[in-house]
Nanobody, 125 residues
Framework: QVQLVESGGGSVQAGGSLRLSCVASGYTATSYCMGWFRQAPGKEREGVAGIDRIGVTKYADSVKGRFTISRDNAKNILFLQLNSLKPEDTGLYYC???????????????????WGQGTQVTVSS
């Protein structure tokens, strides 16, 4: 059974930083495309960052230069470093894994088969 468990969310002031982690089990998720998504209150879930098998990354325009996606293949963990946070970054952040997609990275939700429960990020002004 594939499980993705996120952690690292919290409440910070604008300009602050957080590091999200996603531990995968039951599947070598980090061998394939993985990604981070977020959903703000009253809005649809959107793609934030993706990474493929060889480490190529893709970011939403709204987070380029501020967020960094990375992973530890040996430990099957996906990370998202969030810097220079803004109030509009507030939302529930989800980790997701594809079922065998190698590359390129994608932010298309239907490409993802496995999802975590999410970790809350709240940024105050």
């Amino acid at each position: 059974q594939v499980q993705l468990v996120e952690s690292g969310g919290g409440s910070v002031q604008a300009g602050g930083s957080l590091r999200l982690s996603c531990v995968a089990s039951g599947y070598t998720a980090t061998s394939y495309c993985m990604g981070w998504f977020r959903q703000a209150p009253g809005k649809e879930r959107e793609g934030v960052a993706g990474i493929d098998r060889i480490g190529v990354t893709k970011y939403a325009d709204s987070v380029k230069g501020r967020f960094t996606i990375s992973r530890d293949n040996a430990k099957n963990i996906l990370f998202l470093q969030l810097n220079s946070l803004k109030p509009e970054d507030t939302g529930l952040y989800y980790c997701a894994a594809t079922n065998g997609r190698l590359y390129p990275p994608t932010l298309v939700q239907i490409e993802y088969s496995f999802w975590g429960q999410g970790t809350q990020v709240t940024v105050s002004s």
